[in-house]
């Protein structure tokens, strides 16, 4: 797939699934991934099987050129995509970053809506068209498998976009993108869309043409749906459908849509490996801190839970009554396994597995440690306790703040009062607090002892599997100088986790503005 060969050669039904979790999905409010969690989802996108990565944006910083590197470079039997905007700048920064892929590929782009044109690039039609012949020839001196996308094509002129795109594949693009940027499209004009451009484009069935829809009006997943039934043979998606705003076209419903229904779009299937779509949206949601509703197709709590009493006794008569896809099929047996601990080393390694979670030896021996912890103190340790954490020790690293010791006193009638220690790269600080319960208190406390100044934005606790052991994973985000940073924290005690939470967004925060004010009022020391 990495060449203009490879892409029009492969069946003419298979749909190429472009991964843009790391790049569209990053984007959303607030979940910003490290260099580390990159490399994990990347590893687990690989697992999937699916059969792009579009690993990052080179030129917006060095953290994200480090990260699009070294995904390129550990990624295997998968092509690596880097975005570029239509500039010479951008595009050898792409370059740099994909080169060492097996299979590199630079994504390029440029608005093509007059609204664009008009209002943010102050460009004329003609001035477009000239910087996409320029741009894809100029990627194209640097890789043989380079995208070309017009952002808004679905709010662009359609005749202009003819001409676009016809430029761009005859500067050697090998997959057109045609993005509905603002999710303003439907399924009927979408396929509309694509019946032009496939008559109206010469040399047309030399590239690949792809589909990228944004979910404003909930339609990205139907409208993705409908291209492929019109020919589309690439789809942009995301796990969970993570992305700008609402989000883009999931890849769990795109899948198991072509899947389960493919003869209702042109025969279009992909070779996604189906039983890793749950462990991988949980290491999504884990690592970003954006929850999955209950109700979301496929990979929420509830896709295949029967709770009114006719579906019930349904089921157990027959299970296809009510069900039109398998659970296990979908991952949903791996989440859950049991294990204890007596399980053993090659029972966790294991579960590991159909987990679909790949991890290098010394994670393996870490991620193990915090196992047998947990299975002194949980009588049933699952998959879904396990996924969180691998998800939970990714986010622990060096330049982080780590909890040493907590201290909350709470009683009737008065305020709660919290004391903590701190660590970070060998120096520990302490800090004092109260507030309105136990995490108020021990914010306030972690506040004084590390004294970045953050408003808290968000703060969410659940469960990560039922019973009064269970783990309590936190997700928490706060803001600094307008921008959002998360973090999450896993423990037995949802005040705990609370505070590793909180410390977890201070450390992305202290880390992407080193310059971050200090608050007036710390008074702690680094011991
Ligand atoms: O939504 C969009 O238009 C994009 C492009 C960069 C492909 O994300
Ligand atoms: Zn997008």
């Known amino acids: ?73 550990r990624s295997k039997g998968v092509t690596v995509a880097g975005l570029a905007r239509a500039n010479g700048k951008d595009i050898e920064r792409a370059a740099m970053a994909v080169r060492d892929a097996e299979h590199p590929r630079i994504h390029t782009f440029i608005a093509t809506s007059d609204i664009h044109l008009n209002h943010k690039l102050h460009m004329t039609r003609d001035e477009v068209l000239d910087r996409v012949r320029t741009s894809v020839a100029l990627a194209r001196s640097f890789v043989s498998d380079v995208e070309f996308s017009c952002e808004d094509a679905t709010r662009s002129d359609w005749d202009y976009l003819v001409q676009v795109f016809q430029a761009a594949i005859e500067a050697g693009a090998t997959t057109i993108n045609v993005p509905d940027t603002v999710g303003y499209t439907t399924p009927t004009e979408y396929v509309a869309l694509m019946e032009h451009l496939k008559t109206n484009v ?3 069935d030399e590239a690949v043409i792809s589909v990228h829809c944004h979910n404003d009006l909930g339609m990205a ?20 459908g993570i992305g700008e705003r609402a989000g883009n076209t999931a890849l769990e419903e795109v899948v198991m849509a072509l899947q389960t229904r493919g003869e209702r779009f042109g025969g279009g299937y992909t070779e996604v490996e189906t039983t890793r779509l749950v462990p991988v949206s949980r290491l999504v949601s884990g690592l970003t801190g954006l929850q999955v509703q209950v109700n979301k197709a496929i990979v ?34 791996g989440t859950r ?3 204890g601990k007596h399980s053993g080393r090659a029972g966790f390694r294991n579960a590991l597995k159909e987990l679909g979670l790949v991890l290098d030896e010394s994670r393996v021996q870490d991620v193990y440690e915090r196992f047998l912890e947990l299975a002194d103190r949980k009588k049933h340790v699952t998959g879904a306790d396990i996924a969180a954490l691998v998800a939970d020790e990714v986010a622990g690293e060096d330049g982080s703040y780590e909890l040493v010791r907590w201290n909350a006193a709470i009683g ?10 701190v660590r970070k790269d060998g120096g520990e600080r302490s800090g004092d607090g109260d507030g309105n319960g136990p995490v108020d208190a021990l914010f306030a406390a972690i506040d004084a002892a590390v004294g970045l100044e953050n408003e808290l934005e968000y703060y969410h606790v659940e469960a990560v599997t039922p019973g009064e052991d269970a783990q309590g994973q936190v997700h928490v985000r706060v803001r600094a100088g307008g921008q959002l940073y998360t973090g999450h924290g896993l423990a037995t005690d949802i005040v705990e986790a609370s505070a590793k939470a909180y410390l977890a967004a201070l450390s992305h925060l202290e880390q992407e503005r080193p310059d971050t004010v200090l608050m007036g009022s710390s008074t702690s020391r680094w011991s």
């Open 412 to 421: 009737t009638g008065g305020a709660a009062t919290a004391s903590v220690v």
């Open 221 to 240: 997943t139907a409208n993705t749906l409908a291209a492929v039934g019109a020919g589309a043979r690439q789809v942009e998606v995301t796990i969970n």
């Open 337 to 339: 396994l049991v294990l």
């Open 1 to 73: 797939m990495s060449d203009r060969e490879s892409n029009v050669g492969i069946d003419q039904n298979r749909v190429i699934v472009f991964d843009t979790t790391l790049r569209d999905g990053e984007q959303s409010p607030g979940a910003t991934l490290t260099t580390d969690e990159k490399l994990q989802v990347a590893d687990a996108l690989v697992a999937l099987k699916v059969d792009v990565i579009e690993a990052g944006f080179p030129a917006a910083s060095p953290g994200d050129f480090e990260a699009v590197r070294e995904i390129a470079r």
């Open 202 to 204: 010469e040399r047309i």
């Open 300 to 333: 929420g709590a509830n896709a295949f839970a029967h709770e009114a009493g006719i579906h019930q006794d349904g089921m157990l008569k027959e299970r296809t009554t009510y069900e039109i896809m398998n659970p296990q099929d979908v991952g949903w047996e």
